[in-house]
């Protein structure tokens, strides 16, 4: 049974960082690759990043690269977002999410992504 659950969200402004952590069940870490997405008001929820589950590899959607960085701490079983120089467009709320590989997390309809945390609201003042 795949387990997750996000943390960490909350209010900053605009220009500040925020990471958010996703604490996973079992081996998750070894078997999935893992993934943030988000979800604005009225809009579909979109794949922000994601990373294999050797950590060796990462994605990231384009409006994110270079500010948003994941990784993995396997002996915590825990997945990171680090979100730098946030934009009042990234709020949202955002989702940590596992499946088979990064491109499946990358590509895939979000509704046929295998397994979903909670989510955590992040919101960015202008």
């Known amino acids: 049974q795949v387990q997750l659950v996000e943390s960490g969200g909350g209010s900053v402004q605009a220009g500040g960082s925020r990471r958010l952590s996703c604490q996973t069940s079992g081996r998750t870490l070894g078997s999935y690759a893992m993934g943030w997405f988000r979800q604005a008001p009225g809009k579909e929820r979109e794949f922000v990043a994601a990373i294999s589950s050797s950590g060796g590899a990462t994605l990231y959607a384009d409006s994110v690269k270079g500010r948003f960085t994941i990784s993995v701490d396997n002996g915590k079983n825990t997945v990171y977002l680090q979100m730098n120089s946030l934009r009042p467009e990234d709020t949202a709320v955002y989702y940590c999410?596992?499946?088979?590989?990064?491109?499946?997390?990358?590509?895939?309809?979000?509704?046929?992504?295998?397994?979903w945390g909670q989510g955590t609201q992040v919101t960015v003042s202008s």
């Open positions: 999410a596992a499946d088979s590989s990064p491109l499946t997390l990358h590509v895939s309809r979000w509704d046929t992504i295998n397994y």
